[in-house]
């Protein structure tokens, strides 16, 4: 299924175990693509799901092929907590990815863990616009917000995305790139976020959704119904491509 207009691709594979690879695929054809054109590949990942549906890229062909000395990787939303802690975006990350490929560790951009809420997405929007300001994170010259290469989502059940929920203020916070939410209903409740602006800047955005926990947000996102109030995920709108990664169990919904 593909959408011109939006720019919205669905690829629904049989498994888990399938999506897993053709996500690989395309998260390691869009390495290259950036590779080449700019001469870095800006990445951003989540926490949840989304590290183990990347598991394939530590695995021959990839741990060989990609070129990860390009990579810069930064998180879309963190839990406050020490990096050590086992809420963390960031230790979630390096356990499940970062140890197991070659990307230099000063192109690992984790949020400041000593820092108070506010504190880490103030410095964290610092460290982005310092990133811009020396070319190595794009800027969207259609809404002047950081333009990353690749965003890997997931979504959860009531169809959050980052640290973005239904209802929240920040859903409208159109200025900050990168803001704080104390409480969120997903635990724990410090956290910080991307914005909308910044999410949506974005060229592509790969939205990862397996199993049967989201099956009703995947159909409010994606079948023929009509929403009162927009789901989260139904505000994602990057400017190049948005690609759902769903395997049969998330889209059993939308094939009825
Ligand atoms: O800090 C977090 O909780 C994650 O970054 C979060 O935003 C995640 O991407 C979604 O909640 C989906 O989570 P699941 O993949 O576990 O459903």
Not at 46 to 61: A, C, F, M, N, V
Not at 177 to 203: C, E, G, Y
Request: hydrophobic share 40%; aromatic share 10%.
């Amino acid at each position: 299924m593909a959408d011109q207009n939006n720019k919205k691709v669905v690829k629904v594979s049989d498994t888990e175990q399938d999506v897993a690879v053709s996500l690989a695929k395309y998260v390691a054809d869009l390495s290259a693509k950036f590779a080449k054109e700019r001469g870095s590949f800006t990445v951003v990942l989540s926490g949840g799901y989304l590290i183990d549906s990347i598991r394939k890229l530590t695995e021959p062909p990839y741990v060989d092929s990609v070129e990860w000395s390009k990579w810069h990787v930064f998180w879309v939303d963190e839990r406050v907590v020490p990096r050590n802690h086992v809420d963390s975006n960031y230790k979630l990350a390096f356990d499940g990815f970062l140890s197991k490929v070659p990307i230099p560790a000063g192109q690992v951009y984790a949020i400041n863990d000593a820092l108070s809420a506010e504190g880490a997405a103030e410095d964290y929007q610092t460290v982005l616009k310092h990133l811009v300001d020396t070319g190595v994170l794009a800027k969207s010259s259609v809404t002047g917000f950081p333009k990353f290469d690749l965003m890997l989502l997931g979504m959860g059940p009531d169809g959050h995305v980052a640290s973005l929920f239904p209802g929240h203020q920040l859903l409208e916070e159109n200025v900050k790139w990168v803001t704080h939410i104390m409480d969120s209903p997903k635990l724990p409740p410090q956290r910080i976020t991307f914005t909308f602006p910044v999410i949506n800047s974005s060229a592509y955005i790969a939205m990862v959704v397996c199993g049967p926990g989201e099956v009703d947000a995947v159909y409010k996102a994606l079948g023929k119904t009509e929403n009162p109030e927009l789901l989260p995920v139904q505000r994602v709108t990057p400017e190049e491509e948005l690609r759902w990664f769903l395997d049969k169990v998330a889209a059993s919904k939308l094939q009825e």
